[in-house]
């Protein structure tokens, strides 16, 4: 079984829905983030939490949040899902330590129509 | 804004010879990542590079890290098909765990 799951793997919805990509973590990892992938642009983050009282933004967080249920969850949502937020979606986690490695799911693909 | 460039972007190469990719970046760091990306797939750690002259290998791909140049390399020896993916390096500012990463170097070794 994967570490770092996400749920569902592949959405695809309409323009104005309310999407939520699910993350949970059986590492043990304080942090968690959410990265897009696009063609061409390779990922950027959007949120990232240190622990559960811990929410920050990334370089791309308009028309997304974020909740950390607890320390092994981690969700994102998109209010009102747009064309342009059509990505593949990655979960990460990393320990709480300098060497910042990340470890990622295995991604959710969102298609907004 | 820390930006992190990789070139080239597409590589195609014959099985059994070498290579090198180049991952450069704008601002001052001493931790740079490498990752692999099968196609549909999730991203593998491959290196982590913590230093100056840091250097690690792993079978047929090695990586090093220049921090005074901001240049990390990823040199392939002897390509196998095996080793076709994209290859993205990341790096890391500040004391939080944020990467930054590059846009990939799609590899195809072919027979």
């Known amino acids: 079984d994967a570490d770092v799951t996400q749920t569902p793997r592949n959405r695809i919805t309409k323009t104005g829905k309310r999407i939520m990509l699910e993350c949970s973590q059986t590492k043990g990892h304080d942090r968690m983030y959410w990265y897009r992938q696009d063609p061409g642009l390779g990922l950027r983050l959007i949120y990232y939490?240190?622990?559960?009282?811990?929410?920050n933004k990334g370089e791309i967080s308009d028309g997304y949040s974020v909740s950390r249920q607890a320390q092994a969850k981690f969700s994102l949502s998109l209010e009102s899902a747009i064309p342009n937020q059509t990505a593949l979606y990655f979960c990460?986690?990393?320990?709480?330590?300098?060497?910042?490695?990340?470890?990622f799911g295995e991604g959710s693909r969102l298609t907004v129509l | 804004e820390l930006k992190v460039e990789q070139n080239p972007l597409f590589l195609s190469m014959q099985e059994g010879k070498n290579y090198t990719i180049y991952c450069n970046y704008s601002t001052t760091s001493d931790r740079l990542y490498w990752y692999r990306q099968d196609p549909g797939k999730s991203l593998e750690s491959l290196f982590v590079?913590?230093?100056?002259?840091a250097v690690k290998q792993e079978g047929r791909l090695m990586a090093s890290l220049d921090t005074k140049a901001r240049l990390s390399t990823l040199h392939i020896t002897a390509a196998v098909h095996d080793l076709s993916a994209t290859y993205f390096c990341a790096v890391a500012t500040g004391t939080a765990s944020k990467l930054t990463f590059g846009t990939g170097t799609r590899l195809q070794v072919t027979l």
């Open positions: 990460a986690t990393s320990k709480a330590d300098m060497t910042g490695e990340l470890f």
């Open positions: 939490s240190f622990d559960v009282k811990d929410i």
């Open positions: 590079l913590l230093s100056n002259g």
